[in-house]
């Protein structure tokens, strides 16, 4: 079954928990990554679409998009979201 967009929440939600704990000052997540973690990337049914949307919702003030694909959104998505959260 393909990952959700509660998968890729709950999988970001560990990620920032993980470094707060760490007491980092940001982390920064890339959609490629993120969607390995969670399973079904690469892949025919991919849900790359919907992870990175997951990841856009989740911005803050103060977070930043380093990196951004030609279409928005794809694999080299990256952003550095400031902790804690």
């Known amino acids: 079954m393909p990952p959700t967009a509660q998968d890729f929440q ?6 920032f928990m993980q470094a707060q704990l760490q007491n980092k ?3 920064d997540v890339k959609s490629g990554d993120l969607h390995k973690r969670v399973g079904g990337y690469p892949g025919h049914n991919h849900r790359m679409p919907v992870c990175c949307k997951v990841m856009l919702r989740n ?3 103060g977070d930043q998009i ?3 694909p030609p ?5 080299t ?4 979201y400031s902790l804690p959260r």
Not at 10 to 15: A, P, W, Y
């Open 59 to 61: 911005m803050r003030k």
């Open 10 to 15: 709950n999988e970001l939600d560990r990620l």
């Open 77 to 80: 998505l990256v952003i550095r």
């Open 25 to 27: 000052p940001y982390i």
């Open 66 to 68: 380093l990196q951004q």
């Open 71 to 75: 279409k928005g959104l794809g694999a």
